[in-house]
């Protein structure tokens, strides 16, 4: 891996339509051009979470191309090389996926669903906040992996190592 090519990123969830969409946003803003990110599901919604679509536009960042769509479009030919599959739902790292082109480092960042949360609008809108915050210190200690000087293997083990590490920063907070 190198610094000068942009890495293409796919996040994974079953339903595509809140975590892994979040999570492309936050990266494909916070990668400043040398990640573009991707998401999709293995049983797509078929539209966006209209909570993550809020909470995105709240924060500043584009939505009108956010769509929830199949990991199927991402095995075809033709479809961008992927570097890096991350899944945050716990379903889908257990699903049997598709054989991706390339052999990317994946690894599993679990984040509880908002999708799910139950209660008032402000709670439901919390659970979202909370989410898009978790994903976000994961995706900052992805940015700073030195991709370029480290081998495969410490790649794939420090991306594990990510979810183990960023849980405990956010619960050292509460």
Known sequence: ?????????????????AR?????????????????????????KGEVNPYALRLLSNLGLPTADLRSKSWDEFARPGAPPLDFIITVCDNAAGEICPIWPGKPVTAHWGIP???????TDAEIATAFATAARQLRARID???????????RMTIQNRMRDIQTTSIKSETSHD
């Not at 891996?1 to 339509?17: E, I, K, P, Q």
């Not at 669903?113 to 209660?119: K, L, M, Q, V």
């Not at 200690?141 to 081998?151: E, M, N, T, V, Y």
């Open 20 to 44: 892994s969409v979040i999570a492309e946003t936050l990266l494909n803003k916070s990668g400043r051009g040398r990640f573009k990110a991707f998401s999709a599901g293995s049983f797509p």
């Open 113 to 119: 669903d908002p999708a799910a949360a139950e209660g």
């Open 141 to 151: 200690l992805f940015l700073s992996l030195p991709l370029a000087s480290i081998d």
């Open 1 to 17: 891996m190198t610094d000068d090519r942009v890495y293409n990123v796919l996040f994974l969830c079953t339903g595509n339509s």
